[in-house]
């Protein structure tokens, strides 16, 4: 069974301050990651992708990957109200005979930015 | 780019009926793949479609299905409908099925009474 962790929060960070997610999964078959951010009552939407161990940055947002720990983060500078959200880390594993199977999602943490 | 679209919006329906849901990929994705959210389970992957074929199934019982159409749109079909079953519908699509990233329509909320 795989199995995506993240602790569900709430997380409070101060504006202007970095807000630092973390996420966990069980697969060590699991080649990309991603993280989605949802507001409430919205779809979720595609904020930052990995693929390779080590930093990528895009904006304000830094994801980290290390496989070899099976852990993944979100880092989030200058961290504004409107970043007040649930992110939901999901990853994708490889099956043997080829392919690829669904995004398997963690339950999200939820981050709260105070102004 | 317009985004995914997903039709109807809303749906209320009574334990033992079926329900069909409809979702419009991104213009030039191949790839549509299917999730269901609700409180308790979070986000769970229910299939994916490519090519009009069925690459992928998650654990779902049989009540849900799913099919793709040439021009990539899809729709998936859920019969004798439970309680259980109320969930935020969601379609995400991607280029093809070695593109990972996908990106996700509104939603179908559907509630079964």
């Known amino acids: 069974q795989k199995e995506v962790e993240q602790n569900s929060g709430p997380l409070s960070v101060p504006e202007g301050a970095i807000a630092s997610l973390n996420c966990t999964y069980s697969d060590r078959g699991s080649q990309s990651f991603f993280w989605y951010r949802q507001y409430s009552g919205k779809s979720p939407e595609l904020i930052m992708f990995i693929y390779s161990n080590g930093d990528k940055e895009d904006g304000r947002f830094t994801a980290q990957l290390n496989k070899a720990s099976q852990y993944v983060s979100l880092l989030i500078r200058d961290s504004q109200p409107s970043d007040s959200a649930t992110y939901l880390c999901?990853?994708?594993?490889?099956?043997?005979?080829?392919?690829?199977?669904?995004?398997?999602f963690g339950k999200g943490t939820h981050l709260i930015i105070q102004p | 780019k317009a985004g995914v679209t997903q039709t109807p919006r809303y749906l209320i329906k009574t334990r033992g009926q079926q329900v069909t849901l409809s979702c419009s990929p991104i213009s030039g994705h191949r790839s549509v793949s299917w999730y269901q959210q609700t409180p308790g389970q979070g986000l769970q992957f229910l299939f994916e479609y490519f090519s009009e074929t069925q690459r992928n199934k998650g654990n779902f019982p049989g009540r849900f299905s799913g099919r793709q159409f040439s021009n990539s749109r899809s729709e998936m079909n859920v019969s004798t409908l439970e309680l259980g079953d109320s969930a935020l519908y969601l379609c995400a699509s991607s280029l093809t099925v070695t593109h990972y990233e996908q990106y996700f329509g509104p939603g179908t909320r559907l509630t079964v009474t």
């Open positions: 999901a990853v994708i594993s490889f099956r043997g005979g080829g392919g690829a199977d669904g995004l398997t």
